[in-house]
């Protein structure tokens, strides 16, 4: 019986919730008082791919005052190839899959200058306002600069 809890207890930490166009609310309300790092990403996205691993580390570094919420944007058919991908980077983090009817109305909820391209990162001050955007990948330093004054 002891093995089985294991498996199952695996199986739930391995799940993927969906996100529609209440994304900001649904993945960045429940952290005020935190920094959010809101990332978009998707497994068939090399920068994305690359990107990741440097916000990790950098929630992780400053886990006490900021939270990373991932969101992946590979199709619901693929979310086994976006859990083999987080699962190496640990399950300290809330991680989403896209499930939204219409793309224009979900990146407006998140950025009406938002034009989709990935990855893109948004952060979101300890209030909950979204204080900066960007589309295209991140290196751990530039990342560094927008986090630490929020958190100071």
């Known amino acids: 019986m002891a093995n089985l809890f294991v498996v199952l207890a695996g199986l739930a930490a391995l799940s993927l919730p969906t996100v529609d ?16 790092i809101l990332n978009f ?10 990107e990741f691993p440097d916000l990790v580390r950098l929630y992780r570094e400053h886990k ?3 939270v990373l919420v991932s969101v992946s944007l590979d199709d619901p058919e693929d979310a086994d190839k976006a859990i083999a991908f ?3 980077l640990g399950n300290d983090f809330p991680r989403y899959l896209r499930n939204f009817k219409d793309f224009t109305k979900f ?5 009406p200058q938002w034009m ?14 979204r204080v900066y955007g960007h589309e295209g990948q991140l290196t751990y330093a530039e990342l560094k600069q927008v986090i630490i004054p929020l958190i100071q």
């Open 116 to 129: 989709g391209g990935i990855p893109a990162t948004f952060v979101f001050d300890k209030s909950g306002k």
């Open 86 to 88: 987080l699962k190496p």
């Open 41 to 50: 990403w998707a497994t068939w996205c090399g920068p994305c791919r690359e």
């Open 21 to 36: 166009e209440s994304i900001v609310e649904q993945a960045v309300a429940p952290h005020k008082g935190k920094v959010v």
């Open 107 to 111: 990146a407006n909820a998140v950025d």
């Open 64 to 66: 006490s005052s900021t």
